[in-house]
Structure formats: structure tokens, C-alpha cells
């Protein structure tokens, strides 16, 4: 894998960890998908499902009733220095 597709596809993680946390219920590929495609990530299915596994191999999500969960609140930094906030 290059080092480029390699870190888009890291970004698409961090995407797919940043939707999940703000979904408390979880959601379904499908779901996941949609709200990927709002903020402009056009994955099929079958990749968002292969990121998700990724993502649970290391303990990130999981997977209960068919629905895909974030175990953890997610913090985001933004900005740097002695006024930047975290975001959830």
C-alpha cells in the first residue's frame, strides 16, 4: 500500500471513529454510509464494513445487534495554544 493510500485511508478512519461517537445508539453500514457521504466521503458498503473490522481489531468499535458503536467518547482538538477547545 503506498504511503499516500495509506493515510487516506487512516483520515477515512478517523472520519468513520468521529461519526460513530457522536451516534450514541450506533448505526448500520448503511446508516454509516450515509452519513459519511453528508460530509463528502463516498465509500461503498463493503469498505466502510473492512474499515469497521480494521477498527475493531484494535479495539476502536464495536459491533453489537448489527449496529457499530464507539465503546469511548471521542475528543477532537482544535486549534493550539491557550484557547483552543475540545470538541465532541
Keep these: 500500500m503506498s ?3 495509506h493515510g487516506e485511508v487512516r483520515g477515512e478512519s478517523q472520519l468513520v471513529l468521529q461519526v ?4 450514541v445508539r450506533g448505526s448500520t ?3 454509516l454510509r450515509g452519513q459519511l457521504r ?3 466521503i463516498r465509500l461503498r458498503d463493503h469498505e466502510i464494513a473492512r474499515l469497521l473490522r480494521a477498527l475493531r481489531t484494535e479495539g476502536l ?3 453489537g445487534r448489527g449496529r457499530w458503536s464507539c465503546p469511548f467518547s471521542l475528543f477532537i482538538q482544535t486549534g493550539s495554544g ?3 477547545r475540545s470538541m465532541r
Design 3 to 5: 504511503a499516500s493510500l
Design 20 to 23: 460513530l461517537s457522536e451516534n
Design 29 to 31: 453500514v448503511s446508516e
Design 38 to 40: 453528508v460530509r463528502g
Design 61 to 63: 468499535v464495536k459491533l
Design 82 to 84: 491557550p484557547y483552543s
